[in-house]
């Protein structure tokens, strides 16, 4: 048997602190629930260092179930980061909202184990237990609120249309195991190469699994839940939604497209490029008339599904580099933007219009210049992080001469300009109104966007750092 | 090619005479005697009461959902168990790991009162 545990140490780790955590939860009383929070941290710290653990090394581990590779290291490290930042804002949350319920922690930490399997998977019946564990988690995880009709409606929609969509996937996959008689990755593209007249069972296949995983992604035409649910859900499982799992989703079909699918790659990019078009054009569009920041923000990671999209079809080594760049430039800005909508939201989230932004430049300063940078970043204006990230994934798709896919995209992100400015322009220009509850930023959330606008403008005018490690990640 | 399709119909034709073929064999052989509690819904032996389309406590959602869990280990035992010699201790442990983690869920769900009836 062939069993390599270092290869799912951090998955092991995290899975366990949760387990732990589950026991503790009845015996601490309710106020002190959140304290718990600091038990998940250190899962994740642990988990940190159960990647260290297995640094470098490549091996095709559990039966050929997992691999462990710099790609899937890679995702280790960007997932287990992005947990980290959603547990540390999500306990100041939950005490702001007197949500005093340690499972809370325990779902954030099997969702992130979740995560951490799609990106290392090596097998679609392991892809499609991965992609359960999370979502399982977070359809709990969007109606935590559940005294609030919002947040039960984004639960429901979001548990309805996800089991759906994970219907279709499986289908999927049962249709490529009947074209090819295997699951595992490796042995399916074997298959592939070795019988070039494909059928159109395999075909089948692989459309089901792309509609499965354009759901998770939040590519159009399956994008109709991410408004309602990004905004019914509690602010960090916004950010939970439209970085992590769509990022876990996309960095799967990073794998399964290029890994396995590679010879039909002229098939798929038929598929993508349209696909990509509408993601961009709905997501950018559709965010132009939104009164709601949340909602605003909910297309606007629609477009962004769309940019990664445009890599994605480009299919060559700079494209998967440059995919692995933007999404870590995606997570500064869209995290960093979701905190600042968190601390203006103040208690039961009541200032969420962007009406609420009004004046907020100059009476909070600190507050104005984060969301600012977020936002030109999210835009694509040079000198920061998303800039560099378009640059990388576009100049893809121009090495692979998709030059209208590209004009498309330059089009589209320049109408973006006008609502991520608009948000600006009322901070700055907008004229205060007298609030009843003050805004207060805690120290952690303070440092915490003190870090994630350094990061920003770091990555925006020094890529090359993060650019080295996703191109050694890139190459499987 | 239409050929192959042979089997397939004629196993359908056995599959639908099978209960057919069951029902009006025993209807001729069988005596014929209806009376009130012969045709009353079978519930376990016990008199039903009122009609089953009705309004009843969610309490008996959360005890259905723990007994799948449950019946789906003992699922998971009965091969464990046949082959549990050659999984030696390997197995045993795999087992122990998988049970802990069903004992965990279950004390979970006891400590939050979901097991107390009102």
Known sequence: ?476 | MLASYVPIVIFILVALSLPVVGLVVGRLIRPYKPHATKLMAYECGVDPEGDARDRFSIRFYIIAILFVVFEVETIFLFPWAIIYRRLALFGFIEMLVFLGILIVGYFYVWKKGALEWV
């Open chain 1, 1 to 476: 048997m062939d069993i390599n545990y270092t290869a799912i140490l951090p998955e092991i780790m995290l899975s366990l602190v949760g387990i732990c955590i589950m026991l503790l939860i009845p015996f601490v009383p309710r106020e002190r629930q959140t304290h718990l929070g600091y038990l998940a941290l250190a899962g994740i710290v642990l988990a940190f260092f159960g990647v260290a653990m297995g640094w470098g090394q490549t091996d095709l581990a559990f039966s050929e179930m997992i691999f462990q590779d710099d790609f899937g290291q890679f995702s280790k490290i960007f997932f287990l980061f992005v947990s980290t930042v959603i547990l540390l804002i999500s306990m100041n949350y939950l005490e702001q909202e007197k949500l005093f319920q340690g499972e809370f922690f325990v779902l954030l930490l099997f969702a992130t184990v979740g995560m951490l399997f799609m990106a290392t998977s090596a097998d679609l019946i392991m892809t499609f237990l991965g992609l359960e564990v999370l979502s399982i988690s977070t359809y709990i995880l969007a109606g935590f609120k559940e005294r609030e009709r919002k947040s039960s409606e984004a639960a429901w929609k979001y548990f309805l249309l996800g089991a759906f969509s994970t219907a279709f996937l499986l289908y999927g996959i049962a249709f490529v195991y009947g074209a090819t008689g295997s699951t595992k990755y490796l042995q399916i593209a074997e298959a592939i190469q070795a019988s070039p007249d494909y059928s159109l069972i395999l075909f089948v296949g692989l459309g089901l699994m792309m509609v499965g995983f354009g759901f998770k992604v939040a590519l159009a035409p399956f994008h109709a839940w991410t408004p309602d649910v990004y905004e019914g859900a509690p602010i960090p499982i916004t950010a939970l939604l439209a970085v992590a799992s769509k990022g876990a989703a996309l960095l799967a079909l990073v794998r399964i497209l290029y890994q396995v699918f590679p010879d039909l790659s002229q098939q798929w990019q038929a598929i993508l490029w349209p696909m990509a078009v509408m993601t961009m054009a709905i997501g950018n569009i559709a965010a132009l008339t939104q009164s709601n920041i949340k909602r605003m923000l909910a297309y606007s990671s629609i477009a962004h599904a769309g940019y990664l999209l445009v890599g994605l079809t480009a299919h060559n080594p700079l494209a998967t580099q440059g995919i692995l760049f933007y999404l870590v430039a995606y997570a500064f800005m869209t995290l960093g933007a979701l905190i600042v909508v968190q601390i203006v939201g103040r208690r039961e989230e009541q200032h969420t219009t962007i009406e609420d932004y009004n004046g907020i430049g100059y009476r909070y300063p600190f507050l104005g210049i984060a969301l600012s940078v977020f936002l030109i970043s999210l835009a694509g204006i040079p000198a920061t992080a998303g800039f560099m990230g378009k640059l990388f994934v576009f100049s893809a798709a121009v090495q692979s001469q998709m030059y209208g896919l590209v004009v498309i995209a330059l089009v589209t992100s320049a109408i973006g300009l006008y609502y991520y400015l608009r948000v600006i322009v009322s901070m700055y220009m907008g004229e205060f109104k007298t609030e009843k509850i003050p805004i207060t930023i805690s120290m952690p959330l303070r440092i915490i966007l003190t870090l994630l606008v350094l990061g920003t403008l770091y990555l925006g005018i020094l890529p090359g750092s993060l650019l080295n490690l996703a191109e050694e990640a890139a190459s499987f």
